[in-house]
């Protein structure tokens, strides 16, 4: 079984905004919390707009 890493701190519905990585400086609502077979969590957030992106849990904080 794969060693666990830092899933960050925000579950499904949990308001949010991105601190680092490629998406750094948007938010919104975080939509389908995944954990991958490596460890890592995965999430789908979705803006205000409605657009969507996918980031690692870890690079973003519960607001």
Do not use: P, Q, Y
Request: with cysteine; net charge positive.
């Amino acid at each position: 079984m794969a060693e666990r890493v830092d899933n960050g701190t925000v579950a499904n519905g949990d308001g949010c905004a991105v601190v680092s990585g490629t998406h750094k400086g948007r938010s919104g609502t975080v939509e389908d919390w995944k954990l991958s077979k490596t460890g890592h969590a995965t999430i789908t957030v979705r803006e205000a707009s409605g657009d969507r992106f996918k980031t690692l849990a870890r690079n973003v904080r519960k607001t």
